[in-house]
């Protein structure tokens, strides 16, 4: 290492060793501030009801879904039963399952028209003190707790909690302060941060797959500006380890996921307004609701670019006291603005999978981290630090109270999705987790009498509606439609999530219509012996073939190899990175007793 090097890491050091003299209390006093700050957006929610948006009825049939399942006995659910008005799909194992996980786990506990404000307050919060555990290694204390609620109530997780219902996009933004955390970790305190870097990168593709995607061409750009700034390829080597391990640690959701793609019409993901050439800032289209939804993330895109950059150039005055942190941010900031323009499109049509985060205003999550970032640095040098705390929470305020007035309330998504599941319809499916072969529109079952097709759910307490679909019916050979299973007698032993068992008596051979899709994971054996079931055209409705007399069949959704094979890999790289920081934390103690042994023999012999 060059000399210059050596003198600009120990300018480094001693202006972060600076910054932290300052007084500093325990966690708990940013925690409590953050969870002020979250306290403060679910507050509507105890007037109001739930903030409807986008994805509302989606996680929130998911959640409902999961905890059916987890009373049956399935820890771990891979087919959404209840999808498709009854026929299931194979959402679990596209899905990433931290959201829907704690969603399900919340709604366990306390009453379901809850859970969402619960889950958001949580999300919140980690978002904080994710931004604080970030921002206290590099400002002081008091600026490190305004970067802190800055992140929690940033603008993109305002829109997100109040527009659009993501929570599984909320939660994984709320730890991508800790990608950047342990990127500049690993450039300065080497090995042993790896696995700190490895379990915050796999929280994130746990969590939200686009968000996944952003993490990881995010971590990628970070590292490689740790090289530029260090002048060595160590940040770029133990950074991709790190993100090995991270995958290592997802295999069991990722490798699923990424092997059964070809099962379905995961292309249905980047159909018409989903794709992220559609999706630019400032775009235009023939359809008014969603030219409107744009140019809203447009305005407030826009303002956070402004915003970032006044307090980045207002920083940089000071960037010697922040080290590499005010780099690596800057540029993070710069590359994220970018990618929400039109300029940006051959990246987006040719870095692999970069295509699937479709929105490209997604890219607000790492800006909003620069942004809490500068913000604070900028403010925090107020000499009245009780008028930034105000400037803060007026800023906040005037666009939370506008974006609550502009979203849509709506208290009986809950009691209708859960209706629906109780009386044995289901809910609406989704087109990318469709098997293939399968058009989810044309099943039966879906209570066209009483539904409304903009939003995909209907009331079932309406007498109007029609019963569920049998669960066991008959193919008519002559007309090759759907028919009462007659004729003979049907008894159904076990009806769940994942296994089906009944017997079938009948004097004449016939093909049995289960109200399932047929999806290769699924096995199906009659009288004992494995048998290929067949689909019916059009919606892949699963079709069993019998002969006369009586027969016993059983549908199971089996184990694929790639997901046996997922545990294995997750559970090694869990246990040698549990090895790896222990050896770690080991080998620092043993070098901090050799040091003060050190210093002892050096006084003894002075």
């Known amino acids: 290492m060059g000399t210059a090097q050596i003198q600009r890491d120990l300018k480094q050091t001693s202006a972060r060793q600076a910054a932290l003299k300052a007084p500093r209390a325990s966690a708990g006093g940013a925690l409590l501030l953050i969870a002020a700050a979250a306290t403060a957006v679910v507050v509507p929610m105890l007037f109001l009801g739930n903030a409807s948006g986008h994805d509302f009825q989606f996680h929130l049939a998911s959640w409902l879904d999961v905890a059916g399942q987890w009373r049956e006995g399935i820890f771990y659910p891979r087919w959404a039963e209840w999808a498709n008005w009854g026929f299931g799909e194979p959402r679990f194992v596209f899905y990433p399952p931290g959201s829907w996980m704690l969603g399900a786990a919340l709604g366990s506990v306390l009453p379901w028209r809850m859970a969402p404000g619960a889950f958001i307050w949580l999300a919140l919060v980690l978002a904080g003190f994710s931004m604080w555990r970030l921002a206290r290694e590099w400002i002081p204390e008091r600026p490190a707790r305004m970067a802190a609620v800055v992140f929690a109530v940033n603008p993109y997780n305002l829109m997100i909690v109040y527009y659009r219902s993501d929570f599984a996009e909320l939660l994984a933004s709320a730890m991508f302060p800790l990608i950047v955390l342990g990127a500049l970790r690993v450039g300065r305190d080497g090995w042993r941060r790896v696995p700190q870097l490895a379990v915050a990168f796999a929280a994130i593709w746990l969590s939200n797959a686009p968000a996944g995607v952003i993490a990881t061409y995010s971590l990628a750009l970070l590292l490689v500006m740790g090289c530029v700034l260090h002048r060595s390829a160590q940040p770029l080597l133990r950074g991709g380890v790190a993100m090995a391990a991270g995958f290592g640690l997802a295999a069991f959701y990722i490798l699923p996921a990424v092997w059964e793609q070809r099962w379905v019409q995961i292309s249905q993901a980047l159909a018409v307004n989903l794709r992220p050439g559609d999706n630019f800032l400032f775009t235009h289209s023939s359809d008014p609701e969603f030219v409107l939804f744009n140019w809203k993330v447009s305005a407030v895109a826009v303002g956070v670019i402004l915003v970032s950059a006044i307090a980045a150039l207002i920083a940089a005055r000071r960037r010697r006291d922040f080290g590499d942190a005010w780099w690596m941010l800057a540029v993070l900031a710069g590359v994220s603005a970018f990618m929400m323009f039109p300029p940006s499109a051959p990246l987006w049509n040719h870095l692999p999978k970069l295509q699937f985060v479709q929105f490209p205003w997604r890219w607000l999550v790492p800006l909003d981290a620069a942004l809490a ?114 004729g003979g007698r049907l008894e159904v032993e076990r009806w769940d999530s994942e296994r089906k068992t009944f017997s079938v008596e009948s004097p004449a051979q016939a093909t049995l219509a289960l109200r399932l899709l047929n999806y290769p994971a699924w096995e199906v054996r009659v009288d004992g012996t494995k048998f290929e079931a067949g689909s019916l055209p059009e919606t892949a409705q699963m079709l069993v073939p019998l002969r006369s007399g009586l027969r016993s069949v059983r549908v199971r959704f089996r184990r694929t190899w790639d997901r046996t094979t997922g545990n294995a890999i997750s559970l090694f790289f869990a246990l040698g990175l549990l090895g790896f920081a222990r050896f770690a934390r080991r080998k620092r103690q043993l070098t901090l007793i050799d040091s003060q042994r050190m210093n002892r023999s050096r006084v003894v012999r002075g």
């Open 373 to 486: 970032f500068f913000v604070a640095a900028t403010l925090g040098r107020w000499r009245r630090e009780w008028i930034a705390w105000l400037a803060i929470v007026v800023a906040a305020s005037a666009l939370g109270t506008a974006f609550v007035k502009d979203a849509w309330w709506d208290s009986e998504d809950i009691p209708v999705l859960a209706g629906g599941i109780n009386s044995g319809h289901g809910y609406e499916g989704t087109d990318e987790y469709q098997p293939l072969g399968c058009d989810r529109y044309q099943l039966p079952g879906e209570p066209s009498a009483t539904a409304d097709p903009s939003d995909g759910i209907a009331s079932f307490a309406d007498a109007s509606a029609p019963p569920p679909t049998p669960r066991i019916a008959k193919l008519d050979t002559e007309s090759g439609e759907v028919v009462p299973a007659t």
